[in-house]
């Protein structure tokens, strides 16, 4: 399976950004999907955005539409920049692979071991 190791959490203020990495490594797929889950405590685990290969498709989750951005490169690496980042976006961020070949999709395969992002006010 393929392991994921994220990168790139840390404290910021409300209004700021940051940027989140996620590597990849392992048997990859042609047709897989990368993404990004938040958990903050005391909370489910919800979704916050995928990108699609082939292709390239993104998926958001309204909560973070327009603020955040994930993207992809050619080594299997994501990436979510988070501008205006607001309080309620802190929560351990965990990066996750699907091999489904549904899209978009909500069923992640792997994952990896969070990293934490926290926004003061």
């Known amino acids: 399976q393929v392991q994921l190791v994220e990168s790139g959490g840390g404290l910021v203020q409300a209004g700021g950004s940051l940027a989140l990495s996620c590597a990849a490594s392992?048997?990859?797929?042609?047709?897989?999907?990368m993404g990004w889950f938040r958990q903050a405590p005391g909370k489910e685990r919800e979704f916050v955005a995928a990108v699609r290969w082939p292709g390239g498709a993104t998926d958001y989750a309204d909560s973070v539409k327009g603020r955040f951005t994930i993207s992809r490169d050619t080594k299997n690496t994501i990436y979510l920049q988070m501008n205006s980042l607001k309080p309620e976006d802190t929560a351990a961020y965990y990066c996750?692979?699907?091999?489904?070949?549904?899209?978009?999709?909500?069923?992640?395969?792997?994952w990896g071991q969070g990293t934490q992002v926290t926004v003061s006010s």
């Open positions: 392992g048997r990859i797929f042609s047709n897989f999907a």
């Open positions: 996750a692979a699907a091999y489904s070949s549904r899209w978009p999709t909500r069923d992640f395969d792997s």
